[in-house]
């Protein structure tokens, strides 16, 4: 199943309680960065509301896909794998 991944960024000052609703669509990823490294992360679920989510957070459609945040604002879904060797490297340094 090939899945394409769409999200949308914001910038402020500080953090938002939730993003606008407006042109969304099940598994879209909103990002808002704040501070000079905070992030915070929701994804459109299928109750059409946004839920608070973390890097790596199970996809809802393919189970063995985890959210990984390479930068602050580009999210990408990879292997649980990958996920386990990601943060194995974080963890040696």
């Known amino acids: 199943m090939d899945l394409i991944t769409f999200w949308f960024v914001s910038r402020g000052p500080g953090p938002i309680e939730e993003p606008l609703r407006s042109g969304v669509r099940f598994t879209d990823l909103y990002l808002h960065l ?6 915070q992360v ?3 679920n299928s109750n059409n ?8 957070y199970v996809h809802p459609q393919l ?3 985890r959210l990984w945040l390479a930068s ?4 990408s879904w990879i292997t649980r794998k990958t996920a386990r060797t990601y943060k194995g490297k974080a963890q040696a340094v």
Do not use: K, Y
């Open 34 to 39: 704040h501070g000079e490294s905070e992030v």
């Open 49 to 56: 509301v946004w839920e608070t989510v973390e890097q790596g």
């Open 72 to 75: 602050r604002d580009e999210p």
């Open 63 to 65: 189970p063995d896909r």
């Open 42 to 44: 929701w994804i459109w």
